[in-house]
């Protein structure tokens, strides 16, 4: 992790808002013995879950107990005003997505039903919130965050697009991620908010791209190469986001 996260059930005490005293979880201890190796007096990036960063300074240190003074003294990195909608991918897949897609500051991930997206997978234990959390978390730590995005499970998919999705676009640029002859190049550095749609292995099914399109969503592509669906992810928002 490049920042240790705490809650404000960590805080042991606190000299304010901004001068706490914290104990650190079994998962934190066991990240600073094998990964970090740390040492007392050693200094930490830490932030508070949905509040501020800073560092922390380790005060003590066993091999079940560790306990940082903490000075949070700047805020969490703009997020980038985007929304994912995602095709709901394999499981094994769907963490690493969850965790990059947190790691790029993604304000909303949609986790989407499709005619391609096998039943079995709306019933995996990481649909889970704790399970859901663990990864978001994990982005988050990577990139030096501390704000969680929103996380929404829509499993029916026309409903969502008709009811929902024309209200996300509002004061957003609408993009839809799919393979057809007329599909616009794939923009880059948007300056403003952009909700981008991501089918399944395979893609989306016509009816499903033509309702994303009547939603007012543009179709875009992004090269004549077939793509996994994490690497889709992964180009289009480096493309989109700003740099």
């Known amino acids: 992790m490049n920042c240790l996260l705490f809650t404000q059930e960590q805080i042991v005490s606190a000299d304010n808002e901004f001068l706490l005293r914290v104990r650190l979880d079994q998962r934190q201890l066991q990240h600073l013995h094998e990964v970090h190796r740390a040492q007392l007096g050693d200094t930490l990036r830490v932030g508070l879950l949905g509040g501020r960063l800073g560092e922390g300074s380790i005060v003590e240190l066993s091999h079940d107990h560790a306990e940082l003074n903490v000075r949070l003294t700047h805020d969490a990195p703009v997020k980038t005003g985007a929304t994912l909608l995602l095709a709901l991918p394999r499981p094994k897949m769907l963490k690493r997505i969850v965790q990059m897609v947190c790691t790029l500051g993604v304000d909303h991930l949609v986790l989407l039903n499709s005619y391609r997206v096998e039943k079995s997978y709306w019933q995996s234990p990481f649909l889970t919130a704790d399970a859901l959390h663990e990864q978001l978390l994990l982005g988050l730590e990577q990139a030096g965050d501390s704000v969680l995005p929103k996380v ?67 179709v875009i592509s992004l090269g004549p190469r077939i793509l996994r669906v994490e690497t889709a992810v992964a180009v289009a928002l480096g493309r989109m986001l700003p740099t």
């Open 152 to 218: 929404t499970l829509a499993q029916r998919f026309k409903p969502f697009v008709e009811d929902d999705l024309p209200a996300m676009l509002q004061g957003k640029q609408g993009f839809v991620a799919h393979p057809m002859a007329q599909a616009l190049p794939c923009p880059c550095n948007l300056t403003t908010p952009l909700v981008l749609a991501i089918g399944p292995e395979g893609g989306f099914i016509p009816y499903e791209a033509e309702k994303l399109q009547a939603a007012g969503m543009q």
